[in-house]
């Protein structure tokens, strides 16, 4: 990713109670090029939570988080001054409704990968992988210093391409949290997923991370099935010629396979 490409947009929303966070990520992902300064390509949100400060922004090392926290910080301590005592333990990190998000944040960057993606066909012409798996973990932390969630994906089809290590890891851009009395949110919207529901990549680029576990793809770019059987495409792609009638990943599956009959079945 290319961080010239970057920018963070803060968002108004509006202001109730935490739920416990799901599943268990890798505490940090490092992108291919060795990292100098500034935010890592991925930290959890657990990592960061601290005994004494809350949360260590000196691991994240950006500057819009840092000041996003010490704009909470001023409110937190004008209307709660009991609020200053030092906590017992390291704060709880807890998934949060879209209601407790007084603001929000999102990167703009280069993810995804160039190529078409207005239909069915230009997503599996120009990926170089399509794969199909599970959601086994669903954790939140930081994405170059941005609230996202962390998706661990264990692999159940390769119907394109090389087959990624299983599991995989997949960057979603989608997220609110918090952590002790500080919240974290995405202005993305969209489908989230938990574990049992069904994904299926289109990656254009190949892994980022120099563990080659961790795909940053566009919201555009990802199909999901919860488990309860709902299909959820995304929103640019709900009305195309090559998607109509489909209700299940596995009805695009099937679309897809007559397209890469070689390269099908790769089941795990």
């Known amino acids: ?33 060795e990292r100098v300064q500034g935010p890592p390509l991925w ?26 926290v010490a704009h909470q910080r001023q409110e937190l301590e004008s209307r709660l001054p009991a609020e200053k005592s030092a906590a017992h333990g390291k704060p709880p990190v807890l998934a949060i409704p879209s209601s407790e998000c007084k603001s929000s944040t999102f990167i703009m960057d280069d993810r995804g990968g160039g190529g078409l993606r207005g239909s069915l066909a230009d997503l599996t012409t120009y990926s170089k992988s399509v794969v199909r798996g599970t959601v086994r973990t669903v954790d939140f932390g930081f994405s170059f210093g941005t609230p996202s969630s962390l998706l661990g994906v264990e692999v159940s089809e390769v119907v394109k391409g090389p087959r990624p290590k299983s599991p995989f890891y997949i960057d979603y851009p989608i997220a609110r949290f918090k952590i002790g009395p500080y919240y974290f949110c995405n202005t993305n919207q969209g489908f989230e997923p938990v574990p ?24 555009d770019q990802i199909f999901f099935q919860s488990q309860s059987g709902s299909l959820f495409i995304p929103t640019l792609l709900r009305k195309t010629p090559d998607l109509k009638g489909v209700q299940t990943i596995e009805e695009i599956l099937d679309r897809l396979r007559l397209s890469y009959p070689a390269e099908s079945p790769d089941v795990g």
């Open 43 to 68: 930290i959890s949100a657990a990592s960061v939570a601290d005994e004494t400060k809350t949360i260590n922004l000196d691991l994240i090392d950006s500057s819009p988080l840092e000041a996003n």
């Open 1 to 33: 990713m290319n961080s010239k490409l970057r920018f963070i947009v803060v968002c108004t929303a509006v202001l109730v109670s935490g739920i416990p966070i799901l599943g268990q990520s890798p505490s940090i992902l490092e992108s291919k090029v």
């Open 196 to 219: 049992g529901d069904q994904v299926l990549l289109f990656d254009y680029t190949g892994p980022v991370d120099g563990n080659q576990v961790l795909y940053a793809p566009r919201l």
